[in-house]
T-cell receptor, first 114, second 113 residues
């Protein structure tokens, strides 16, 4: 069974530039999550999708971050414009349905903002 | 709101020694509790979880954890450390309402030969 795929693995941009991350969850998983993991900290949930609907985006900085999951499968997370403090690893995870099922994590995208 | 405290951001043990990673949580109701492991440049992998029932939970790679309600703790142990156990370990708590998974700040485990 293929795992959660993410691309790119690494990205370096300058502040005020835009960046997008892509995630393809495990086939059949209805729930998709984006986490931000700042160096030295645990992952923090940014947004949770159930199929193509948003369940929780309370911790997403909506003035600069956006995410979509149009067909209920893969998802894109965008930052526009990026700030220095956005430097982090962005993890995508998926589960069969909801939090009570195990979340499977992708390898993450390491973003460096200069 | 839920919170998780992992005591010790870095733990170092010798190969073959006991591994003990500490986790305390705050919750008004018994939560679901998890331990995840993260190897360098990889995503998180579930080691074990407590939901209900038996308070001693066994996971993969010889790890186990015990839920102690009176101490609000969920410490992770392994009797004998192996070099391959070197990684970062995260404790996480989920409210039984299922709203959000909250992670601790992680403990980096080093295993010395």
């Amino acid at each position: 069974e293929a795992g959660v795929a993410q691309s790119p693995r690494y990205k370096i941009i300058e502040k005020r530039q835009s960046v997008a991350f892509w995630c393809n969850p495990i086939s059949g998983h209805a729930t998709l999550y984006w986490y931000q993991q700042i160096l030295g900290q645990g992952p923090k949930l940014l947004i949770q999708f159930q199929n193509n609907g948003v369940v929780d985006d309370s911790q997403l900085p909506k003035d600069r971050f956006s995410a979509e999951r149009l067909k209920g499968v893969d998802s894109t997370l965008k930052i526009q414009p990026a700030k220095l403090e956005d430097s982090a690893v962005y993890l995508c995870a998926s589960s069969y349905s909801g939090f009570y099922n195990e979340q499977f994590f992708g390898p993450g995208t390491r973003l460096t903002v200069l | 709101a839920q919170s998780v405290t992992q005591l010790g951001s870095h733990v170092s043990v010798s190969e073959g020694a006991l591994v003990l990673l500490r986790c305390n949580y705050s919750s008004s109701v018994p939560p679901y509790l998890f331990w995840y492991v993260q190897y360098p440049n990889q995503g998180l992998q579930l080691l074990l979880k407590y939901t209900t029932g038996a308070t001693l939970v066994k996971g993969i790679n010889g790890f186990e954890a015990e839920f102690k309600k009176s101490e609000t703790s969920f410490h992770l142990t392994k009797p004998s450390a192996h070099m391959s156990d070197a990684a970062e370990y995260f404790c996480a708590v989920l409210e039984t309402s299922g709203s959000r998974l909250t992670f601790g700040e992680g403990t980096q485990l080093t295993v010395n030969p």
